[in-house]
């Protein structure tokens, strides 16, 4: 398996690229929190499980993009 190298400007691209996504996904993850306790605090209890579920989902891809990064620093 042929690794490929990246030019350093290249490289500065593909991390600004990532850190862009992963701090769009922590929002997401907030804005998620946040609606879940709204929701939470007026009863709706149904909303906790896919909520959790979802905030997984967002924590799997933002593992996996950091993952990703390191994996290019290499």
Same mark, same amino acid.
């Given at each position: ?15 600004? $690229? ?11 993850? =907030?804005?998620? @929190?946040?609606?879940?306790?709204? $929701?939470?605090?007026? #009863? ?8 959790? =579920?979802?905030? =997984?989902?967002? %924590?799997? %891809? ?9 994996? @290019?620093? #290499?």
């Amino acid at each position: 398996m042929s690794r490929t190298r990246f030019a350093s400007s290249q490289r500065t691209t593909i991390v600004t $690229a990532i850190l862009c996504i992963v701090i769009t996904i922590v929002v997401l993850q =907030l804005w998620l @929190l946040t609606a879940t306790m709204d $929701a939470f605090l007026r #009863g709706d209890e149904a909303v906790v499980v896919p909520a959790a =579920l979802a905030s =997984l989902f967002c %924590l799997a %891809l933002n593992v996996g993009l950091l993952l990703n990064l390191r994996r @290019l620093d #290499g």
